[in-house]
């Protein structure tokens, strides 16, 4: 700890007081090390926010709503996963997942294409403070997969349903009539609950897509039936632990998930390679088709709000931590 008065000397060679630049003046003196793109690249995919169908979207407004800010669109995602398996400058792909999972049917999405990236070069999965659920599911067929030690991970299962609003309407003073033809066409209706004979078409359902979920990570991590029902049924996992139970192959950070990706691709590991950011490309994400309307509305931010909110009562079926954990040493 020093005065500012006595930092020269500090710097000295004990002789003479060192001359001090402000900034601005030293600047000019500093020259930046040109750094040229190597001809093999390592390339970064990132998924962030909660993981839905269509579009990757940030909400530009504070909202107080989880999982609502932030969403990772399926499609998106799985551009950017084929942009990077096109590229054949990119070597290998490192897959940062930060998420507490999402739309099951959007998972096993990005599932199918990180299995499929995976059989034209190598991908590594990098996982942030939490990759739950559909995080794990999309996260399963990579070649490794790093965490730290404080990871939330794991958490793999499936839950549904439905919100019933008929008394609301009524507290309201609104009248809603729906016209249906079918057994099963009112399965999802916000009016009526759920009949026996849908619970248990719900319930089926719901089954099936846990049992291809267990499959999806069964077949990328190399476990049995039975040991996957035992790390299974919704359990949370830290890093550790995970790491402890075949979840997670190495503890570490980006520089860990890096030098795997140089070893599974052949490269020198002690060379510097460039690392781009792979993004979809920019024609393939269509722009608001109501641009008018959406100014009226309050702007993007509220557009955008309120096209969350509805692909979000859309989805029937998640893989998805519905809880916050936090970890106190």
């Given at each position: 700890?020093?005065?500012?008065?006595?930092?020269?000397?500090?710097?000295?060679?004990?002789?003479?007081?060192?001359?001090?630049?402000?900034?601005?003046?030293?600047?000019?003196?500093?020259?930046?090390?040109?750094?040229?793109?190597?001809?093999q690249l390592i390339g970064v995919v990132s998924l962030e926010g909660l993981i839905v169908p269509g579009r990757s979207r940030r909400i530009p407004i504070p909202v107080p709503l989880p999982f609502v800010e932030a969403q990772a669109g399926a499609e998106t995602i799985v551009q950017a996963l084929r942009r990077a398996?096109?590229?054949?400058?990119?070597?290998?792909?490192?897959?940062?997942?930060?998420?507490?999972?999402?739309?099951?049917?959007?998972s096993d999405l990005i599932c199918r294409e990180v299995r499929r990236l995976r059989e034209r070069k190598p991908v590594v999965v990098l996982m942030g403070g939490q990759a739950t659920s559909g995080g794990y599911y999309v996260s399963a067929p990579a070649n490794r997969i790093v965490a730290r030690?404080?990871?939330?991970?794991g958490s793999i299962g499936i839950w549904g349903g439905k919100f019933v609003a008929a008394g609301l309407y009524r507290k309201l003073g609104i009248g809603r009539e729906a016209v249906q033809r079918g057994a099963m066409a009112g399965l999802y209706s916000e009016l009526t609950p759920f009949s026996d004979e849908e619970r248990a078409r719900v319930r089926r359902d719901l089954g099936e897509a846990y049992a291809r979920f267990k499959a999806r990570v069964a077949e990328g991590r190399g476990l049995t039936e039975e040991r996957m029902e035992e790390i299974a049924r919704g359990r949370v996992?830290?890093?550790?632990?995970?790491?402890?139970?075949?979840?997670?192959?190495?503890?570490?950070?980006?520089?860990?998930?890096?030098?795997?990706?140089k070893e599974l691709a052949g490269l020198k590991p002690e060379r510097e390679y460039t690392v781009v950011q792979v993004?979809?490309?920019?024609?393939?994400?269509?722009?608001?088709?109501?641009?008018?309307?959406e100014e009226r509305a309050g702007g993007r931010g509220l557009w955008a709000l309120l096209d969350a909110l509805k692909d979000l009562a859309r989805e029937r079926t998640w893989a998805l931590a519905p809880w916050t954990i936090r970890i106190q040493g």
């Open positions: 700890m020093l005065y500012e008065d006595e930092l020269s000397h500090h710097l000295s060679d004990g002789t003479t007081n060192a001359p001090l630049l402000t900034w601005r003046e030293a600047a000019r003196w500093l020259r930046q090390p040109v750094k040229w793109t190597t001809r398996e096109a590229d054949r400058r990119i070597a290998a792909v490192i897959f940062h997942v930060e998420t507490p999972g999402g739309s099951a049917l959007a030690p404080t990871t939330l991970t996992w830290t890093g550790a632990q995970a790491r402890e139970i075949g979840l997670v192959d190495e503890l570490g950070d980006f520089e860990t998930a890096l030098a795997l990706a993004r979809p490309p920019r024609h393939e994400l269509l722009p608001s088709p109501f641009p008018l309307v």
